[in-house]
């Protein structure tokens, strides 16, 4: 089943930084997307506008957890996009040193995703690698996590940074079910230092990931960190991608 793709515009940051966000956004339409996830920093009213007019809809954003001197904004951005769901991008790897820091993390989560809900949000975290990592007592900190997390505390699973992290990200995705709606989507060499490469042209098993989340993954968004060659070219071969094998569609 071909499931809709969205690419997060972290991805184009510098481009953006460079061209202005509406031409960068016109050139992702171009591409063929229609779904865009957002991300803090960004002129969100600005953004929001040259979608509307663009036709591009914007699924997701990847905000400052809704606590503290933070909630307001990120409760105000949600709004001008009209989102349904936001994202907690990153916790620091120090944060998963060990399973009481770990439980710390899940408190927070927790805490965020009742300020969510209570505001008509879902509410994500996104990994990186060090989530997927073994502690030094031998337990994943993964395993820990969603140990301790609410059910309110969906997962957006980064299937690459999974697989730098030491483990399968078909298993993971599977086990996961219907707790990870979204899957980003990049590959590469899956090793934390090297550039990541368009979908298709590195070492991950897309196709058994994209398999592996069949009747509970809503969207793939692609998304790359860093790419050795140039990022429009990566985000649109991604796409180009997907389509083909028949895992993913745009507009």
Same mark, same amino acid.
């Given at each position: 089943?071909?499931?809709?793709?969205?690419?997060?515009?972290?991805?184009?940051?510098?481009?953006?930084?460079?061209?202005?966000?509406?031409?960068?956004?016109?050139?992702?339409?171009?591409?063929?997307?229609?779904?865009?996830?957002?991300?803090g920093g960004l002129d969100a009213p600005a953004v929001?506008?040259?979608?509307?007019?663009?036709?591009?809809?914007?699924? *997701?954003?990847? +905000?400052?957890?809704?606590? /503290?001197?933070?909630?307001?904004?990120?409760?105000? &951005? $949600? !709004?001008?996009? =009209?989102?349904?769901?936001?994202?907690?991008?990153?916790?620091?790897?120090?944060?998963?040193?060990?399973?009481?820091?770990?439980?710390?993390?899940?408190?927070?989560?927790?805490?965020?995703?009742?300020?969510?809900?209570?505001?008509?949000?879902?509410?994500?975290?996104?990994?990186?690698?060090?989530?997927?990592?073994?502690?030094?007592?031998?337990?994943?900190?993964?395993?820990?996590?969603?140990?301790?997390?609410?059910?309110?505390?969906?997962?957006?699973?980064?299937?690459?940074?999974?697989?730098?992290?030491?483990?399968?990200?078909?298993?993971?995705?599977?086990?996961?079910?219907?707790? *990870?709606?979204? +899957?980003?989507?990049?590959? /590469?060499?899956?090793?934390?230092?090297?550039?990541? &490469? $368009? !979908?298709?042209? =590195?070492?991950?098993?897309?196709?058994?990931?994209?398999?592996?989340?069949?009747?509970?993954?809503?969207?793939?968004?692609?998304?790359?960190?860093?790419?050795?060659?140039?990022?429009?070219?990566?985000?649109?071969?991604?796409?180009?991608?997907?389509?083909?094998?028949?895992?993913?569609?745009?507009?």
């Amino acid at each position: 089943m071909s499931l809709p793709v969205a690419v997060q515009l972290y991805s184009l940051r510098e481009q953006i930084n460079e061209q202005g966000a509406e031409a960068v956004l016109k050139r992702v339409a171009d591409m063929g997307y229609g779904l865009v996830e957002s991300f803090g920093g960004l002129d969100a009213p600005a953004v929001a506008r040259a979608c509307a007019d663009l036709g591009l809809e914007v699924v *997701a954003a990847h +905000l400052a957890s809704p606590l /503290g001197d933070n909630q307001a904004t990120t409760l105000e &951005t $949600a !709004a001008v996009y =009209g989102l349904k769901r936001i994202i907690e991008p990153y916790r620091p790897p120090e944060a998963f040193k060990t399973a009481d820091d770990i439980k710390r993390v899940a408190d927070f989560l927790n805490e965020a995703a009742k300020v969510a809900g209570a505001n008509g949000l879902d509410y994500f975290y996104h990994n990186h690698w060090w989530e997927y990592a073994t502690l030094d007592d031998g337990q994943k900190a993964n395993e820990v996590l969603l140990a301790h997390i609410s059910p309110e505390v969906k997962l957006e699973i980064d299937v690459y940074w999974v697989q730098v992290g030491g483990q399968d990200p078909v298993g993971v995705v599977q086990a996961a079910g219907a707790r *990870a709606p979204l +899957l980003h989507i990049k590959d /590469g060499p899956a090793n934390r230092e090297d550039p990541m &490469t $368009a !979908a298709g042209d =590195g070492v991950l098993d897309i196709a058994g990931i994209v398999a592996a989340g069949a009747g509970h993954t809503q969207y793939l968004i692609v998304e790359l960190d860093r790419s050795a060659t140039d990022m429009f070219e990566c985000v649109e071969k991604s796409l180009n991608y997907l389509k083909e094998k028949g895992l993913g569609h745009g507009r």
